[in-house]
C-alpha cells in the first residue's frame, strides 16, 4: 500500500468509523475500503476497536500530525543535520537540510553508510527529526530501519508520499 492511500484515507478517521461510513465518505466500495484498511493495519496505522470499527493507532496519529506540521522548506544552516564521524566526532563537509536531502545524501552513498547508521543507532537521526523536522512519525519509523538499505526504502517512501 502506498502512502497515497494513507494520506487519502487517515484523515477520514476522526474517533471511530465503520467500514461502511468509511465507505461512502470515500465513495468506494466496501471490499476497496476492507483492503486499505488491511494494509493500514498492517503498517500499524490503524487498530480494530471492535467488530467492523476502526480508529487510528498512535502511530497513526504520529502521521496525520507530521503531515498537519511538516516543513516544506529547508531548515536553516542551524537546524540542518551535520553528520560527524562516530569515531572522532569531526564534521564531514556535508548537512542535510530537509528530509528530500536526507534521503538523496543515503541513496546516493554521499555519506558512508556505518556513519548513518551509527547516528541512527545512538539516537542522533530521531532527536533531529522531531526536534528540527517536527516529525516525531519519521523519527518512529526510521528507528525500525536494521540497515541502510532499509533506511533509504522508508524515506524514500515517505519522500514520495510529498512528491
Same mark, same amino acid.
Given at each position: ?33 476492507? !483492503?486499505?484498511? !488491511? ?16 480508529? &487510528? ?6 502521521? =496525520? ?39 538523496? =545524501?543515503?541513496?546516493?552513498? &554521499? ?22 523536522? !517536527? ?5 518512529? =519509523? ?10 533509504? !526504502? =522508508? ?9
Amino acid at each position: 500500500m502506498s502512502y497515497k492511500v494513507a494520506l487519502k484515507v487517515l484523515p477520514l478517521i476522526e474517533g471511530r468509523i465503520s467500514l461502511e461510513e468509511l465507505s461512502n465518505k470515500l465513495a468506494a466500495s466496501k471490499a476497496t475500503v476492507r !483492503k486499505y484498511v !488491511k494494509a493500514l493495519s498492517e503498517k500499524g496505522l490503524v487498530r480494530e476497536a471492535s467488530p467492523g470499527v476502526y480508529e &487510528l493507532s498512535e502511530l497513526g496519529h504520529l502521521l =496525520i500530525e507530521s503531515i498537519k506540521t511538516r516543513l516544506l522548506g529547508l531548515l536553516s544552516d542551524e537546524q540542518a543535520y551535520v553528520f560527524t564521524d562516530p569515531f572522532t566526532s569531526t564534521p564531514l563537509q556535508l548537512k542535510a537540510r530537509s528530509v528530500q536531502q536526507l534521503y538523496a =545524501i543515503l541513496k546516493y552513498g &554521499l555519506v558512508p553508510g556505518e556513519v548513518f547508521l551509527e547516528h541512527l543507532r545512538k539516537g542522533y537521526v530521531s532527536q533531529w527529526l522531531q526536534g528540527s523536522v !517536527k516529525d516525531s512519525y519519521l523519527a518512529a =519509523i526510521l528507528k525500525k530501519a536494521n540497515s541502510l538499505e532499509d533506511a533509504v !526504502k =522508508i524515506l524514500e517512501e515517505y519522500v514520495s508520499m510529498f512528491s
